[in-house]
């Protein structure tokens, strides 16, 4: 879709039809897409089966996999871009991340934090959640 | 000196910089529905953090190692990212109006979402069979919240699918339709990344 013809139309238009050349770099970047998961799903799956690598390493060596592979389906699959168009996505899954980040890693610290400020009742405690 | 000139003449900057205009609907409808599962995101969050609080409350019961099978989820991962190849495969041939590849990519799509579904539920009914239900430990309740929930949104998103080919059938490629396609494919999307985090957070971390 060329930007003049996008910019002449009303909102609610339909969207063009594809011609042949934008078909094939569209399916280039879902099979790109589709490769860099597989792979970074099969070197997952290798890490966390082999006995190769240096084990308390290997949980951070996953998430960082796990990022990155949500990354590519964030740009391949769903067509994040750096693009004008997309500004306010960018915007809106910024300020996702940072809800995620803080829900997650906030609730990861506090109650670390109190399973290991649980002294006297520390064997009561032990009782219920295996720590 | 006219300002024209000052800024450098008609020309220098791109008229589409300044003339925009209100966004087409797609693009409004898109980034509401992308607000939407951001915030569907953020709920997973929350579970995904109370998974990874009570992952070690196993009262005495079955823990990860002892339950999960490294096979299966590679293949019910290997059915996920399939199925979200596919539907990108649908959403190109719904952008070249060709209604025989939409509904092959829907379907492809529809069976891959379905044999996930079948291995998760034989999974669950495994685990119960074998006393490992959802009452016996923190840890087991938090699972079947997580995955169970991630398993809610598939068939939810099969019921879909299924709604979206009916219209296809019945009204054609209307604009309206394309944009819950448009909708229905961010979502599949959605639902491949959350999946990424469970294989590494509850089935690859939790048999180390």
């Given at each position: 879709?060329?930007?003049?013809?996008?910019?002449?139309?009303?909102?609610?238009?339909?969207?063009?039809?594809?011609?042949?050349?934008?078909?094939?770099?569209?399916?280039?970047?879902?099979?790109?897409?589709?490769?860099?998961?597989?792979?970074?799903?099969?070197?997952?799956?290798?890490?966390?089966?082999?006995?190769?690598?240096?084990?308390?390493?290997?949980?951070?060596?996953?998430?960082?996999?796990?990022?990155?592979?949500?990354?590519?389906?964030?740009?391949?699959?769903?067509?994040?871009?750096?693009?004008?168009?997309?500004?306010?996505?960018?915007?809106?899954?910024?300020?996702?991340?940072?809800?995620?980040?803080?829900?997650?890693?906030?609730?990861?610290?506090?109650?670390?934090?109190?399973?290991?400020?649980?002294?006297?009742?520390?064997?009561?405690?032990?009782?219920?959640?295996?720590? | 000196?006219?300002?024209?000139?000052?800024?450098?003449?008609?020309?220098?900057?791109?008229?589409?910089?300044?003339?925009?205009?209100?966004?087409?609907?797609?693009?409004?409808?898109?980034?509401?529905?992308?607000?939407?599962?951001?915030?569907?995101?953020?709920?997973?969050?929350?579970?995904?953090?109370?998974?990874?609080?009570?992952?070690?409350?196993?009262?005495?019961?079955?823990?990860?190692?002892?339950?999960?099978?490294?096979?299966?989820?590679?293949?019910?991962?290997?059915?996920?990212?399939?199925?979200?190849?596919?539907?990108?495969?649908?959403?190109?041939?719904?952008?070249?109006?060709?209604?025989?590849?939409?509904?092959?990519?829907?379907?492809?799509?529809?069976?891959?979402?379905?044999?996930?579904?079948?291995?998760?539920?034989?999974?669950?009914?495994?685990?119960?069979?074998?006393?490992?239900?959802?009452?016996?430990?923190?840890?087991?309740?938090?699972?079947?919240?997580?995955?169970?929930?991630?398993?809610?949104?598939?068939?939810?998103?099969?019921?879909?699918?299924t709604v979206m080919m009916a219209q296809v059938a019945t009204k054609g490629f209307l604009p309206a339709v394309q944009r819950r396609l448009a909708c229905f494919s961010l979502f599949w999307h959605a639902l491949d990344i959350i999946w990424v985090g469970i294989f590494t957070v509850v089935y690859l971390m939790g048999i180390r």
């Amino acid at each position: 879709m060329s930007s003049t013809q996008s910019h002449d139309r009303a909102p609610g238009d339909d969207t063009p039809i594809q011609t042949g050349g934008e078909a094939f770099s569209e399916l280039l970047v879902y099979t790109t897409g589709f490769v860099l998961a597989i792979i970074l799903t099969a070197i997952s799956f290798w890490a966390a089966n082999t006995s190769l690598l240096w084990p308390p390493g290997v949980p951070l060596g996953l998430a960082v996999l796990a990022i990155a592979q949500m990354g590519v389906h964030l740009v391949f699959f769903i067509h994040i871009t750096t693009g004008r168009d997309n500004t306010n996505n960018v915007l809106a899954l910024a300020f996702g991340i940072l809800i995620v980040l803080l829900v997650v890693a906030g609730s990861l610290w506090i109650m670390t934090n109190l399973n290991a400020n649980m002294v006297a009742p520390g064997e009561l405690m032990n009782l219920h959640m295996q720590h | 000196m006219s300002t024209a000139a000052v800024f450098g003449g008609e020309g220098a900057v791109p008229a589409e910089a300044f003339d925009d205009g209100p966004a087409p609907k797609r693009i409004v409808v898109a980034y509401g529905f992308w607000i939407f599962l951001l915030s569907d995101i953020v709920l997973f969050s929350a579970l995904f953090a109370t998974y990874a609080v009570l992952v070690n409350a196993t009262a005495g019961g079955p823990a990860g190692a002892q339950l999960f099978s490294q096979t299966r989820v590679a293949i019910e991962t290997g059915c996920l990212l399939v199925s979200s190849y596919t539907c990108g495969l649908m959403w190109m041939a719904i952008g070249a109006r060709n209604p025989t590849a939409t509904y092959l990519g829907a379907a492809v799509t529809f069976v891959l979402g379905a044999a996930f579904l079948v291995l998760e539920f034989s999974e669950f009914a495994g685990m119960i069979a074998a006393g490992a239900t959802p009452q016996r430990s923190a840890f087991l309740s938090a699972f079947f919240t997580l995955v169970g929930c991630h398993g809610a949104h598939v068939t939810l998103g099969l019921v879909w699918l299924t709604v979206m080919m009916a219209q296809v059938a019945t009204k054609g490629f209307l604009p309206a339709v394309q944009r819950r396609l448009a909708c229905f494919s961010l979502f599949w999307h959605a639902l491949d990344i959350i999946w990424v985090g469970i294989f590494t957070v509850v089935y690859l971390m939790g048999i180390r």
